[in-house]
């Protein structure tokens, strides 16, 4: 427990550092969106895509993790969209909201995600971490256009638009980047490695920051239920799902703690900025991510040390 939490505190400092630095105004807001921006679409897609290509595919378990992680967002995904109705009902919620229930509840802070197991398993859990990440983030992207777009105003988005919205995703096509040069087993030169290294080196940190500055602990119990429904299914549920679906197909120990801690961190912050462009109730989502960054915590501890971390 102890190398678990050594590992998990310099996460949660940064993230308190962002949120300081926002509150105190050290940081001006033009700025925090300039440093998003930077990290979203450079630093962060250089580090998966440099991680990826430098990585030894043939003896990562690509297809445990990536069957893994489905079955288990299958499963959430589908009761979530089964029992809208019931669910809507029970929390008064409108299609909006409902819609901002599902994205806090399936989707994964990335940055969160691969700061933590970069500190405890290193470059071996940074492979099955991007995999992860090539295997959901498609299809959570997806899947969320569609859920914000109905419930937003009833109608099903077409085609083109999520193909659309999938390819411009750098983060989808960093990852795609990466593997094809795996794949070809040509060495990338050392000025260029050494670049990508450079640049990608910065992309935790500052991902931490930008996440700690977003928070506004003020207005995270306004809609007390959802905020606390959400994070129930988020951060308990999901990774609970994981476990019981790595042990029923049988996976090493390096990839069930990869895969659960994916599951196990908050939801993405971008979330809030898909909420905001097709209609989405975008300050619930701002809360929810408050309220799950602030009770991860407190599980994410106790979650890893019980996968074996």
Known sequence: MLITLSALLPVFLTILLGYLLCRFNVVKPDMWLALEHVTYYVLFP??????????????APVLGISVILLIAVTILVTGLLVFRKPLMSWLDLSGPAFSSLFQTSTR???FAALAIIAALYGDPGLTLGAIGIITLIPLLNVLSVVVVTICADGTTPRPARLAYLVAKNPIIWSCALGIVWNLTG?????????????????ALGIGLLTLGAGLDPVSAF???????????????????LVWVTARLIGTDQLTQSVAIICAAVPAANASYILARQLGGDAPLIASTITVQIIASALTLP????????
């Not at 040509?186 to 080196?201: E, K, M, Q, V, Y």
């Not at 890893?304 to 971390?309: D, K, R, V």
């Open 222 to 240: 306004d809609r007390r239920t959802p905020v606390l429904v959400s994070s129930a299914l988020k951060l308990l549920l999901m990774p609970f």
């Open 186 to 202: 040509i060495d990338l030169p050392f000025p260029l490695l050494s670049t990508l290294t450079l640049i990608g080196s910065g």
């Open 302 to 309: 106790f979650i890893i040390q019980f996968a074996g971390g």
């Open 46 to 59: 250089v580090l998966l895509a440099k991680t990826l290509a430098t990585a030894d595919l043939s003896s």
């Open 108 to 110: 994964w802070n990335t």
